[in-house]
C-alpha cells in the first residue's frame, strides 16, 4: 500500500513543470525514508513440525507374565500422520520463504519510491 502511494506521489512529482512555485503538500513536510519508517514488520509465520506422539503398544496380560506388542494399524497411521505433517511443514517454510521475499521486495521499492519523492521536492526548492 505504502509503496503504491510513493509511486503515485512520484508519478506527480516528475509531471510537475520545473517553473512551478506552488510546492507540493508532499514536500512540505518530506518524508522519512529508513526502513524502519517504511518497513512494516510482522510475526513470522508459524512451521513448527507437529509430532504424532501415540502410544502404539499394548501389554497383554497371560496371567503369569505380560507380553508387550504394537499395534500395526495404530504404527501406520501414526506414521502416515507424521508425512501428512512433514508435508504441511515443508509448504509452511515455502510459503514463509516466499512472503519474507515479496516483503523484502515491496519495502525496497518504498524505500526507492520515498527517495525519488525526497529527490523531486529538493529539486523543486531549487
Known amino acids: 500500500m505504502k509503496a503504491a502511494t510513493f509511486l503515485v506521489l512520484t508519478a506527480v512529482m516528475i509531471s510537475l513543470p520545473a517553473f512551478s512555485q506552488d ?6 513536510s518530506p518524508p522519512s525514508c529508513d526502513e524502519a519508517s517504511i518497513c512494516i514488520s510482522r510475526p513470522p509465520r508459524d512451521c513448527t513440525l507437529a509430532r504424532d506422539n501415540r502410544e502404539c503398544g499394548r501389554n497383554i496380560n497371560l496371567g503369569f507374565t505380560k507380553i508387550h506388542t ?8 501414526k506414521a502416515s500422520q507424521n508425512a501428512a505433517y512433514s508435508a504441511a511443514k515443508a509448504a509452511c517454510e515455502a510459503q514463509k520463504s516466499s512472503e519474507d521475499a515479496m516483503q523484502k521486495q515491496n519495502c525496497l521499492s518504498a524505500i526507492q519510491a520515498c527517495k525519488a519523492i525526497s529527490k523531486a521536492c529538493a529539486d523543486l526548492a531549487k
Open 23 to 28: 510546492v507540493p503538500a508532499e514536500c512540505k
Open 70 to 77: 504394537n499395534d500395526p494399524a495404530c504404527e501406520a497411521a
